[in-house]
């Protein structure tokens, strides 16, 4: 039991600590997903504008105030842009699954916790009196199960004593 207890008591430590990491990731996901929808609204805003840019150029090639050069670069400027607002949307496509994943981790570990918190309130031995063990049935750290026998131990308090008296 001396070496048990610690062992479970280190156990429910870490399981704790993992909990507790656990709601940090679940919370700097949701910052994640709040900041990647800012990101997405302004990326959103750039692709409006360049798309107003590209129209105009497109009306300023047909009457040739500019070059075809100038309306191409255009062009990849807004398929950049366009790009940025996809990476943006697939950035928050996988948060859902991110944050499933982290939950399902969660419960895992809040199952180990009170499964170790059961272990640890189950590892106390005692006795109703105060007794000499006589015989141990059991090897530390082995697992016992309910009504084994672990120990007889004989009481203190009364004892027996073998006495041969003569009859006469």
């Known amino acids: 039991v001396e070496e048990i207890v610690p ?6 430590a870490q399981t704790e600590a993992d909990i507790q990491a656990i709601r940090a990731q679940l919370e700097e996901l949701q910052i994640r997903e709040a900041n990647t ?17 590209l129209e105009r150029k497109n009306s300023l090639v047909g009457k040739g105030s500019i070059s075809r050069s100038d309306l191409e670069s255009q062009q990849r400027s807004l398929l950049a842009q366009q790009q940025s607002v996809q990476a943006q ?8 699954s ?6 399902a981790q969660l419960a895992r570990d809040q199952t180990r916790l009170e499964a170790a918190r059961r272990d640890l309130s189950r590892t106390e031995i005692r006795l109703p009196f105060h ?3 006589s015989e141990v049935n059991v090897e530390q750290a082995q697992y016992v199960r309910e009504g084994n ?10 004892a027996e004593i073998e006495a041969q008296i003569p009859i006469a």
């Open 149 to 158: 026998t672990l120990v007889k131990a004989d009481a203190i308090d009364k």
């Open 131 to 133: 007794a000499r063990i």
């Open 98 to 103: 991110q944050t499933a994943l982290l939950q």
């Open 7 to 12: 062992a479970i008591k280190r156990g429910i």
């Open 37 to 53: 929808r800012a990101s997405l609204q302004i990326e959103q805003s750039a692709l409006s504008l360049n798309q107003k840019e």
């Open 89 to 96: 949307r697939n950035t928050l496509n996988l948060i859902p």
